[in-house]
């Protein structure tokens, strides 16, 4: 079957390999969850996520490993963090990975909260939720990769939130994905293909400085659970 040129992949693409890689990446991502209590920072966090991803036998990271915590929620993936904050006792932080597994990339994200913060476990819960109705237009609707973006633009001012508009998503597959120039999903005129293309979003909290990311393949029909 010919692609549409941003959607090419290497002669290694396996369809279920990206499903196991994607399996794995989320298994990591729970794992990482397991360790993050009050007290830790961000640099320790990513050196005992290491361990993990050693104990799931990755191959190689394909991008860097982004644990932010508190006010580092509200930066996007190429601004650098506050290394003096670390996580309180009520608290939001998410996690960002980007693994190979099979020569196949995974790349997932979520947020999470500690002890009682109500607002932030909204905004953790609201980025969830986006994620799932912009899947679910993707689904339904076949709509393009902009149009994704308007979608969810549109859908998290009417839940109270601020979407990151520099956050627009982008290509996965057989490892290095990059090489096809895929570009970002945000910027895709054509219906993006289903386990080729991540969808990201990131929120934040209207005046309070946190906010919250969830991310994963687009898939159909969506994935259990």
């Known amino acids: 079957?010919?692609?549409?040129?941003?959607?090419?992949?290497?002669?290694?693409?396996?369809?279920?390999?990206?499903?196991?890689?994607?399996?794995?990446?989320w298994t990591a991502l729970e794992r990482i969850r397991g360790f993050m209590r009050p007290g830790i920072g961000e640099e320790e966090a990513r050196t005992r996520a290491a361990d993990v991803f050693r104990e799931l036998g990755m191959q190689r990271l394909w991008h860097p490993v982004c644990i932010r915590i508190g006010a580092n929620t509200l930066k996007t993936f190429r601004q650098a963090s506050d290394p003096?904050?670390?996580?309180?006792?009520?608290?939001?932080?998410f996690i960002d990975l980007g693994l190979v597994f099979d020569?196949?990339?995974g790349d997932v994200g979520d947020t999470f909260v500690v002890g009682d913060a109500p607002q932030r476990q909204a905004c953790a819960d609201a980025a969830r939720v986006l994620f799932r109705e912009v899947a679910d237009e993707w689904r339904t609707n076949g709509t393009n990769g902009r149009g994704l973006y308007a979608f969810a633009a549109q859908r998290a001012e009417a839940?109270?939130?601020?979407?990151?508009?520099?956050?627009?998503?982008?290509?996965?597959?057989?490892?290095?994905?990059?090489?096809?120039?895929?570009?970002?999903l945000g910027d895709y005129p054509s219906t993006p293909a289903p386990g080729l293309w991540v969808l990201e979003i990131q929120i934040a909290h209207p005046s309070e400085p946190f906010g919250a990311f969830y991310e994963d393949l687009l898939l159909d029909p969506p994935p259990a659970g």
């Open 1 to 25: 079957m010919s692609r549409p040129q941003k959607e090419t992949v290497g002669a290694a693409y396996d369809p279920a390999l990206m499903l196991r890689a994607r399996e794995r990446s």
């Open 84 to 93: 003096a904050v670390r996580l309180g006792e009520d608290d939001i932080y």
């Open 103 to 105: 020569g196949h990339e």
């Open 159 to 184: 839940m109270g939130w601020r979407l990151n508009h520099d956050i627009k998503g982008h290509r996965l597959g057989d490892f290095p994905h990059a090489v096809h120039r895929g570009g970002d």
